[in-house]
């Protein structure tokens, strides 16, 4: 019953946009910090972005700033990743991580936190 969902995935042209949701069922994501990750076939997983649970705090991908945007909204109990200037490199499954923590800021090795909650995921691809 407590659960991630990640929706907004599709097929998009490079230059273009996706937004993504992760929405949370079963629990609120208020005390959470949520990180987005991608992983496509083959490669190694990597940490997208990051925001605290506040939502006062940020972080991303060094190939993504500029391009994306985290952000949440609690009334929704959904974060969000707003995608612009979409490259085939970004071409990846995404999947959302929700870990317990009030007081995180999303800096220091924030891509190694331990998980408590894993979305199944939802495809982007950029292609032309």
């Known amino acids: 019953q407590l659960q991630l969902v990640e929706s907004g995935g599709g097929l998009v042209q490079p230059g273009g946009s996706l937004k993504l949701s992760c929405a949370a069922s079963?629990?609120?994501?208020?005390?959470?910090?949520i990180r987005w990750f991608r992983q496509a076939p083959g490669k190694e997983r990597e940490g997208v972005s990051c925001?605290?649970?506040?939502?006062?705090?940020?972080n991303y991908l060094d190939s993504v700033r500029g391009r994306f945007v985290i952000s949440r909204d609690k009334a929704k109990n959904t974060v969000y990743l707003q995608m612009n200037s979409l490259k085939p490199e970004d071409t990846a499954m995404y999947y959302c991580?929700?870990?317990?923590?009030?007081?995180?800021?999303?800096?220091?090795?924030?891509?190694?936190?331990?998980?408590?909650?894993w979305g199944k995921g939802t495809l982007v691809t950029v292609s032309s």
């Open positions: 991580a929700a870990t317990s923590g009030s007081n995180y800021l999303c800096s220091g090795a924030w891509v190694t936190y331990a998980t408590d909650y």
């Open positions: 079963g629990f609120t994501l208020d005390t959470y910090y």
């Open positions: 925001i605290s649970s506040s939502g006062t705090y940020v």
